[in-house]
């Protein structure tokens, strides 16, 4: 994927990154290190699509909460109230909003790993494949009254809370470790980038999980992860030849949990 060779800004790079707490912006990037918004941009997205790549062992464990977060597809409400619609409605949405799954596992005195995908809606099809594929049959679940978690019972035990009544149910069932990740993306989507580009969603997703994970993790720790990522990803299939038209796919799940 990356090589280093004598006189790049590759490390630079990954040092200036990995000081981000919220993540990092190209044309920051491209600024500090003195190249082109072209080249800081792809390196990124390189650097986004090797951390992403943890994702392919990961193995939830103890307590998992699950949760999903929808973003992008904002239209601009009309001037006079009786003009506006409720853009919650199917019929009234654009289709661009995407929607990001998370699993967060519960460290217990360590932080957990937070396992990711993009979805096109919170649906029980997405829900049920992510926790089959990535929670042990051991773990126990906890959710929220959605109704895309209903059939999780099937896979593993399972407590929700209701959060139209309450934040923490009586028995101290929860969704808040969750909730604080989207928190940081939340933050990153306003305060860094301003934007994600929907394209790309799932890696910036996947490295603000990771940010999340190791965020205890000092500076040389982190960099040293990343780089070491970095190096043993083959070439990207994507960002190969991107300026010259190699485009990735959307980044979204279209599986079958069967």
Same mark, same amino acid.
């Given at each position: 994927?990356?090589?280093?060779?004598?006189?790049?800004?590759?490390?630079?790079?990954?040092?200036?990154?990995?000081?981000?707490? %919220?993540?990092?912006?190209?044309?920051?990037?491209?600024?500090?290190?003195?190249?082109?918004?072209?080249?800081?941009?792809?390196?990124?997205?390189?650097?986004?699509?090797?951390?992403? /790549?943890?994702?392919? &062992?990961?193995?939830?464990?103890?307590?998992?909460?699950?949760?999903?977060?929808?973003?992008?597809?904002?239209?601009?409400?009309?001037?006079?109230?009786?003009?506006?619609?409720?853009?919650?409605?199917? %019929?009234?949405?654009?289709? %661009?909003?995407?929607?990001?799954?998370?699993?967060?596992?519960?460290?217990?005195?360590?932080?957990?790993? &937070?396992?990711?995908?993009?979805?096109?809606?919170?649906?029980?099809?997405?829900?049920?494949?992510?926790?089959?594929?990535?929670? +042990?049959? &051991?773990?126990?679940?906890?959710?929220?009254?959605?109704?895309?978690?209903?059939?999780? &019972?099937?896979?593993?035990?399972?407590?929700?809370?209701?959060? /139209?009544?309450?934040?923490?149910?009586? /028995?101290?069932?929860?969704?808040?470790?969750?909730?604080?990740?989207?928190?940081?993306?939340?933050?990153?989507?306003?305060?860094?980038?301003?934007?994600?580009? +929907? %394209?790309?969603?799932?890696?910036?997703?996947?490295?603000?999980?990771?940010?999340?994970?190791?965020?205890?993790?000092?500076?040389?720790?982190?960099?040293?992860?990343?780089?070491?990522?970095?190096?043993?990803?083959?070439? /990207?299939?994507? +960002?190969?030849?991107?300026?010259?038209?190699?485009?990735?796919?959307?980044?979204?799940?279209?599986?079958?949990?069967?």
């Amino acid at each position: 994927m990356l090589t280093v060779t004598s006189g790049t800004v590759f490390v630079m790079a990954i040092w200036l990154s990995v000081n981000s707490v %919220k993540g990092k912006a190209a044309l920051q990037l491209s600024r500090e290190l003195g190249v082109q918004f072209r080249t800081a941009w792809v390196l990124l997205m390189k650097l986004r699509d090797a951390i992403a /790549s943890r994702r392919d &062992t990961m193995m939830l464990q103890g307590v998992i909460e699950i949760d999903g977060k929808y973003v992008g597809g904002h239209i601009r409400p009309e001037n006079r109230a009786e003009d506006r619609v409720d853009r919650r409605k199917a %019929k009234y949405q654009n289709h %661009k909003r995407l929607c990001a799954l998370a699993l967060r596992e519960r460290g217990f005195g360590r932080p957990g790993h &937070t396992f990711t995908c993009i979805i096109r809606d919170e649906d029980s099809n997405a829900a049920w494949a992510a926790a089959r594929d990535r929670a +042990l049959r &051991t773990a126990k679940i906890l959710a929220d009254e959605h109704k895309s978690y209903d059939h999780l &019972t099937d896979l593993n035990e399972l407590e929700r809370v209701n959060h /139209s009544k309450a934040y923490r149910s009586k /028995s101290g069932a929860n969704t808040n470790q969750v909730e604080s990740f989207f928190s940081r993306v939340q933050r990153a989507y306003i305060g860094i980038h301003h934007r994600f580009s +929907l %394209k790309y969603f799932d890696w910036y997703v996947a490295e603000l999980a990771w940010r999340e994970d190791v965020r205890r993790n000092d500076n040389r720790n982190q960099f040293f992860e990343v780089l070491g990522r970095a190096l043993k990803q083959p070439t /990207s299939r994507y +960002l190969c030849g991107y300026w010259q038209g190699n485009k990735p796919p959307d980044l979204i799940w279209e599986g079958d949990p069967v």
